[in-house]
T-cell receptor, first 110, second 110 residues
Framework: KQEVTQIPAALSVPEGENLVLNCSFT??????LQWFRQDPGKGLTSLLL?????REQTSGRLNASLDKSSGRSTLYIAASQPGDSATYLC?????????FGAGTILRVKS | NAGVTQTPKFRILKIGQSMTLQCTQD?????MYWYRQDPGMGLKLIYY???????DKGEVPNGYNVSRSTTEDFPLRLELAAPSQTSVYFC?????????FGQGTRLTVV
């Protein structure tokens, strides 16, 4: 079964810290991997997309890496801010299906 | 740019009633998806479509039906609503790269 797992389930850090969110997947035959942000009561906003042939993508303070052989992706957030507080979701494209992890709830304290 | 539009935003149904959740995208994407999100959980795939006239079951299809008569529209039909279908429903579309999500429909079945 194609499963996606995110660790930790929740994370609370002081403002300014660098942090890493983890995503693991059971089947390495992926098409791409996408990180999303979800604010409470809102829809999903795409942060970064990594194609299966790529190793990493960067956007501002965010950097996502992909290691297909080990079935892992990480989302690195530099110099965290209270506005980064949200749920972060990892999604893996397997063929025609987009499979999600349960997410990591991030709280950045000021 | 409208992107992915879902209607309605909120709905309360009585047990046994039926309804259709509407989803429209204006990006000419072939891939469209329906997910449900329960509190504290990730997104579970209900149905997906790879093009007009083609639909397939996801992880949790029971109690739902879909159709895809045009590229733009992908409605989700609930027949005989049950309390277990209380959830937030998200529609998404993709051109096989980045996926875009609607703002969600919050459905309560009482």
């Amino acid at each position: 079964k194609q499963e996606v797992t995110q660790i930790p389930a929740a994370l609370s850090v002081p403002e300014g810290e660098n942090l890493v969110l983890n995503c693991s997947f059971t089947d390495s035959a992926i098409y791409n991997l996408q990180w999303f942000r979800q604010d409470p009561g809102k829809g999903l906003t795409s942060l970064l997309l990594i194609q299966s042939s790529q190793r990493e993508q960067t956007s501002g303070r965010l950097n996502a890496s992909l290691d297909k052989s080990s079935g892992r992706s990480t989302l690195y957030i530099a110099a965290s801010q209270p506005g980064d507080s949200a749920t972060y979701l990892c999604a893996v494209q397997y063929g025609n299906k987009l499979v999600f992890g349960a997410g990591t709830i991030l709280r950045v304290k000021s | 740019n409208a992107g992915v539009t879902q209607t309605p935003k909120f709905r309360i149904l009585k047990i046994g009633q039926s309804m259709t959740l509407q989803c429209t995208q204006d990006m000419n994407h072939n891939y469209m998806y329906w997910y449900r999100q329960d509190p504290g959980m990730g997104l579970k795939l209900i149905y997906y479509s790879v093009g007009a006239g083609i639909t397939d079951k996801g992880e949790v299809p029971n109690g739902y039906n879909v159709s895809r008569s045009t590229t733009e529209d992908f409605p989700l039909r609930l027949e005989l609503a049950a309390p277990s279908q209380t959830s937030v429903y998200f529609c998404a579309s993709s051109g096989r790269t980045e996926a875009f999500f609607g703002q969600g429909t919050r459905l309560t079945v009482v």
